[in-house]
């Protein structure tokens, strides 16, 4: 008998989040089809980058729940994330910066490796091999990003849309089962924004995406599915036909450019 798999990867049930007083997840319940890519728009300070921490296990929500792959994750441990198989990126980077390209992408798969912390003072041979194997897949991430002529640059100085990029490998060396992606168009040039797009829409069929984006030509061109926050709530979900559609959406943007959400080439929310 054949095992069905939930089409569901990601699910996240009546998410509460409190700050203080002040409440900035209410009830928020979404769900991410395996090999989708999830959208999560609204207006400044509608609770998108705490509902990505919520999930990372850096924000312990008041109550709710997450489940993925059809586990719960309970206290999920950010150290731990790329061992359940999802990986982030950040809005602000967080490369470091005196490093080389490639040792910054290789950080971010080192959990794949066999090697003790005891095995790789005392060299063992392990060491060596799982160095050169994640050196490999690192290289090979870069290529498929076009960025491995840089593999050997130090990080900082190198162009803003370069350590995007590399920022986008890090996490992708770990190769995610749901890659999280914080605002990865901020900053970019529309040039840059539209290869952006190619790479998410070119990643392996089996990495399923959820990004956070105020972006919103690349995120109604890019995505398969919108979640739509305002002051912690999700007002509107549905394919971006959808979404743009909705009344309550164009209502939680005025203030912001409205042509924006109704892709009329607003660049930013
Ligand atoms: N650690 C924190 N302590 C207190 N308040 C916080 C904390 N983190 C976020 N907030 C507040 O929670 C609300 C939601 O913030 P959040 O960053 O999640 O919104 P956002 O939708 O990602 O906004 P933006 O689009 O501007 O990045 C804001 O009012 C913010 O000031």
């Known amino acids: 008998m054949s095992v069905v798999e939930d089409p569901v990867l990601l699910r996240a049930e009546g998410l509460c989040v409190s700050f203080g007083g002040l409440e900035v997840l209410r009830q928020v319940s979404l769900e ?8 999560v728009i609204g207006p400044n300070g509608a609770g998108k980058t705490t509902l990505f921490n919520t999930i990372c296990g850096f924000v312990r929500p008041g109550s709710g729940t997450i489940t993925f792959a059809g586990q719960a994750l309970e206290r999920p441990r950010p150290e731990r994330l790329t ?46 091999h799982d160095e050169r194997a994640l050196a490999a897949r690192a290289m090979d991430v870069l290529r498929e990003l076009g960025i491995d002529g840089d593999a050997k640059r130090i990080c900082a100085g190198l162009p803003y849309g370069v350590r995007k990029r590399v920022a ?32 998410v829409r070119g990643l392996a069929p089996a990495t399923t995406v959820m990004l956070v984006e105020h972006h919103m030509d690349f995120v109604m061109n890019l995505c398969d599915r919108l979640v739509v926050l305002d002051f912690g709530e999700v007002i509107a979900r549905g394919t971006p036909a959808q979404v743009r559609a909705d009344p309550q959406v164009q209502r939680a ?17």
């Open 32 to 39: 991410v089809h395996a090999g989708c890519v999830l959208g």
């Open 83 to 128: 061992r359940h198989g999802i990986a982030r990126t950040l809005q602000g980077l967080g490369l470091f910066a005196g490093l080389t390209v490639l040792d910054n992408v290789v950080a971010g798969a080192t959990h794949r490796s066999r090697t003790s912390l005891g095995g790789a003072l005392l060299g063992s041979p392990w060491a060596d």
């Open 168 to 199: 986008l490998a890090r996490a992708l060396v770990s190769q995610p089962r749901l890659l999280l992606l914080d605002e990865p168009a901020a900053g970019l040039s529309a040039t840059e924004v539209g290869e952006l797009a190619d790479i």
């Open 253 to 269: 943007y005025l203030g912001d450019p409205v042509a924006a959400v109704a892709g009329e080439g607003g660049a930013h929310a």
